[in-house]
Structure formats: C-alpha cells, structure tokens
C-alpha cells in the first residue's frame, strides 16, 4: 500500500487518510477517541453503511483490540449530521 493511504474497517476500501477518519485507542491507557492521540488506529468511510458495518460485525472493536464505547459511534453520526 502507498504511503499515507489506509484501509476503511467497514467496506476495507483503500483511500487517503485524510479523508477518511480515525478512531484510535491511546497507549497506555486503552481508551478510545476520535481523530488525535498515539496507539493502535483504526479508519472508517464517512459513510453510513461503513458506520453501521463497523458497528454490527464488531470490527472497530477488532481491529483496535478494545472494546468501542457507544458514545463513539454517536460522536460519527453526528459528523454524517453536519
């Protein structure tokens, strides 16, 4: 894979990093948060069907080995919101 390009956790198509968003579990502490902070990442289609894949079939949770609070998934479908 080229540089700066990640893979969406829900529908597993490649892009830019910049376009898609980060969810990231923070090192040491194993909390989960949106966008900033250093520790596993992962990334997800401004989408709702990758939103709702994600959600679902348990893959953000996964691939960040944590468990993803709801407030989180909350916190993206605001952003499909606005």
Request: net charge positive; proline share 5%.
């Given at each position: ?8 956790v829900?529908?597993r ?5 910049s ?8 090192y ?12 596993r ?42």
């Open positions: 894979m080229k540089p700066n390009y990640r893979c969406c829900g529908c198509k490649i892009a830019h990093k376009t898609l968003w980060r969810i990231v579990r923070l040491p502490s194993h909390q989960v948060q949106l966008d900033t902070g250093i520790g990442s992962a990334y997800l289609c401004p989408q709702e069907s990758c939103l709702q894949l994600a959600q679902k079939k348990g893959r953000l949770g996964r691939v960040l080995k944590a468990t993803v609070p709801e407030t989180i998934f909350q916190q993206l479908r605001q952003r499909l919101v606005e």
